[in-house]
């Protein structure tokens, strides 16, 4: 079975604190992506990733950046976090044939 | 626009009975849709998946439809069980060969005794 893991399952940060959400998946799929989801707007695609260190800007990109220098490990980065990025991040990777599976998510709330 | 919705943002059906989620795409081009569940708490998770060739899939007691005249998919659950209270998104590839999916904002089902 394809796992996806995320580095926290919750995470609680200081508004203009910079953020690091790590995100893993072990079947050496090439595309990662990192959604969050907000009650109401169901999930919004923040970034994707082709290859290690290719990266595509999702629908909402802006306050994000993502890093990936390893094929099984994509990296969402807050560089000074805000209140509005309070949210669920989830980390997904996909399969040849569209499939993607999801991590557990990560709820970050920001104070 | 871009955008997959859905008709009803809670459906709420008793233990034993179907359930039907529906759910509006809004590009012609796409030509992957898939069914996912989201438990409180947790990712979604894959349930089925149907290409634009297809006009009808059955899982085990699911079954996802697919009507491209009027771009809609429904997903049927049979002898719905309180397990599968969650709520359920669909989502499309937007357009032919591209690699991103769009989802839709989810319906929560609800299953009572």
């Known amino acids: 079975d394809v796992k996806v893991t995320q580095s926290s399952r919750y995470l609680v940060k200081r508004t203009g604190e910079k953020v690091f959400l790590e995100c893993v998946q072990d079947?050496?799929?090439?595309?990662m992506f990192w959604y969050r989801q907000d009650p109401g707007l169901g999930l919004r695609l923040i970034y994707f990733s082709y290859d290690v260190k290719m990266k595509e800007k999702g629908d909402i990109p802006e306050g994000y950046s993502v890093s990936r220098e390893k094929k099984e490990r994509f990296s969402l980065i807050l560089e000074s976090a805000s209140t509005n990025q309070t949210s669920m991040y989830l980390c997904a990777s996909m399969s040849q044939t569209y499939e993607q599976y999801f991590g557990p998510g990560t709820r970050l709330t920001v104070t | 626009g871009e955008s997959v919705g859905l008709h009803l943002p809670t459906l709420s059906v008793q233990e034993g009975d179907n359930s039907i989620i529906n759910c509006a795409y809004s590009?012609?081009?796409?030509?992957?849709f898939i069914w996912y569940k989201q438990e409180s708490g947790k990712g979604p998770q894959f349930i089925i998946d149907i290409r634009s060739n297809m006009d009808k899939r059955q899982g085990q007691r699911v079954t996802v439809l697919l009507n491209k005249t009027v771009k809609h998919l429904s997903l049927q659950i049979a002898a719905t069980q309180p397990g599968d209270s969650a709520v359920y998104f669909c989502?499309?590839?937007?357009?032919?060969?591209?690699?991103?999916?769009?989802f839709g904002t989810g319906t929560r089902l609800q299953v009572f005794p």
């Open positions: 590009n012609s081009a796409s030509d992957y």
């Open positions: 079947m050496d799929h090439e595309n």
């Open positions: 989502a499309e590839n937007w357009g032919h060969n591209t690699d991103k999916l769009i």
